[in-house]
């Protein structure tokens, strides 16, 4: 699965930094979001998907990706 | 004299609960018609998804088309003049590009991380506000002597007002924005409160400190005329206090009422962020932001409601819909999560929640740790509620331990 960010759109709420802190964070100069890591699985998906659903602003997107081969 | 008006459906409680009528409203068609406390019909809007909905598209629903709409009788007394400098910078009057170009000015002062920076001086404020208490001994008002002070204190230095105004200011707030307060006087405190910050705009232009106001004058100067520094600044001020202050009062009472969540955030730590969250859920202090204006036919929940009408987000009615979480009349701050909308939602969503959010977090396990027996010093039937306040509240809470 992959996140996106559209930083014209986000207005700075911190709510995907404060759900998602090693996916998300916000830059110093404009206080908007910067995506840490696009590519995520397993269990940090579900804290993403969370923080996707939390954005006051819409500004985040979820790109539901091939997930990986299930384990034996 | 004081007016006691009635107030539309959303603004009324019993205690900390919005009313019955209003959760029949959000079963039955979602929508209906309400009188805003200013005698103006208008829409209200009760459940999550359309909340959601209204409060994420300012191009049907807009902020800007009436700002912060008045009776007809009261705004033709108004001089244009007056009508431009009650808009200048209110960032809640305004719909994008406007809105944008204001927000983002401000946007860097309030990240995650520049607010934790504070974390140390908001913990020394709450520590001196408990050691004055526990100085003097019980029983105290919590309301006047902690829950008040340590958001004004924190807004003060943040935004660079002299605390010693205090007084001043904390009294405009809770007046300006009490519905029993005839409008006249309510005019004429919003007036006194914009002569008082055009003193501290023209205080801070003259010699910029490290503040935000110093900062706004220095990197944003050219750009904002006086009236909008004036207005930036008064929100500011206005919604820095007023509001994480009632959180705490009415939180701390909440808490007093379930002994058991209260035990759990004075004891673990982990408890806290869902802790806040589930109270801002539950309190739902602000019951609905400020009326948006159709800038066309819309259909909501169904209902048709055509262009020009004023239409209110409900949101504390959108935090008790089951259609959120299960149960959502129980507080149970182990599910805290911040899918609730007690900030609002889309653009105008709270410039100041990552500030609140470190208040709270700091301010209730530090008053629950100090003092392990806090309790009520009068029986709870006699705690008073603010009944006609934009924002919900208490008008003191009598604590002992
Ligand atoms: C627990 C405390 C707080 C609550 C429940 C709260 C709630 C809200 C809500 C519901 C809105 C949206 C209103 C609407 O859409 O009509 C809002 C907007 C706003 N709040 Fe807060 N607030 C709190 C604390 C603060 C603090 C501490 C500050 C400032 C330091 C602040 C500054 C603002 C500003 C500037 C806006 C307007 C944002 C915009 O229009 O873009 N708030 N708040
Ligand atoms: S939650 Fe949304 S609006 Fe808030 S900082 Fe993250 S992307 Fe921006």
Redesign the interface.
């Known amino acids: 699965m992959r996140v996106s960010a559209d930083r014209d759109v986000c207005?700075?709420?911190?709510?995907c930094?404060?759900?998602a802190p090693a996916v998300f964070?916000?830059d110093?100069?404009?206080?908007?979001v910067v995506v840490l890591t696009s590519d995520v699985e397993g269990p940090v998906a579900d804290v993403v998907r969370?923080a996707v659903?939390?954005c006051?602003?819409?500004a985040l997107r979820l790109i539901e990706g091939q997930e990986p081969p299930a384990g034996p | 004299m004081t007016e006691t008006p009635v107030m539309p459906l959303h603004m009324q409680r019993v205690g900390f609960d919005p009313v019955d009528g209003l959760a029949r409203v959000r079963e039955n068609g979602g929508v209906t018609r309400v009188v805003t406390p200013f005698g103006l019909p208008a829409w209200l809007v009760t459940r999550y998804e359309d909340v959601r909905e209204v409060l994420?598209d300012p191009a049907r629903f807009s902020n800007a088309r009436r700002g912060f709409p008045l009776p007809d009788e009261v705004e033709l007394q108004l001089s244009e003049e007056e009508i431009a400098q009650r808009r200048a910078g209110q960032l809640l009057a305004m719909d994008p590009p406007d809105h944008t170009r204001l927000?983002?000015m401000l946007?860097?002062?309030?990240?995650?991380?520049?607010?934790g920076r504070l974390a140390p001086r908001i913990e020394q404020i709450v520590e001196q506000h408990l050691d004055d208490l526990e100085r003097e001994g019980p029983p105290a008002d919590l309301v006047s002597r902690f829950a008040l002070p340590i958001p004004s204190l924190v807004i003060c230095e943040l935004l660079g007002v002299p605390y010693a105004e205090r007084a001043g200011f904390q009294r405009r707030t809770r007046r300006q924005l009490d519905f029993s307060v005839p409008i006249q006087e309510r005019l004429a405190l919003q007036r006194e409160s914009r002569e008082f910050m055009r003193g501290q705009v023209v205080r801070a232009k003259a010699a910029p400190g490290e503040d935000m106001l110093g900062m706004l004058v220095r990197e944003h100067g050219d750009e904002l005329t006086e009236d909008e520094l004036i207005g930036i600044a008064g929100l500011l001020l206005v919604a820095g206090h007023e509001t994480t202050s009632n959180m705490l009062g009415l939180g701390t009472l909440a808490l007093l009422c379930h002994p058991e969540q209260l035990a759990l955030v004075r004891d673990d730590p982990a408890a806290v962020e869902p802790a806040v969250e589930e109270l801002l859920r539950w309190l739902s202090i602000v019951p609905s932001g400020i009326p948006r204006v159709t800038t066309t036919e819309v259909t909501l929940a169904g209902q048709t409601i055509p262009e020009g009408e004023l239409v209110m987000a409900a949101l504390v009615a959108a935090d008790r819909d089951p259609a959120l979480l299960d149960e959502p009349d129980r507080l149970d701050i182990t599910r805290g999560?911040?899918?609730h909308v007690a900030?609002?939602?889309?653009?105008h969503?709270?410039l100041g929640?990552?500030l609140a959010?470190m208040e709270m977090k700091t301010a209730f396990p530090a008053l629950l740790r100090r003092f392990p027996q806090l309790a009520l010093a009068v029986p709870y039937e006699e705690i008073g509620f603010r009944g006609h306040h934009f924002i919900h509240g208490l008008h003191s809470l009598p604590v002992t331990w």
């Open positions: 207005i700075g709420s911190g709510n930094v404060l759900t964070d916000q110093d100069e404009e206080g908007l969370a659903a939390r006051p602003s819409g | 994420s927000r983002r946007t860097p002062e309030f990240t995650v991380r520049r607010i999560g911040m899918g900030f609002g939602h889309g653009l969503h709270c929640a990552p959010r």
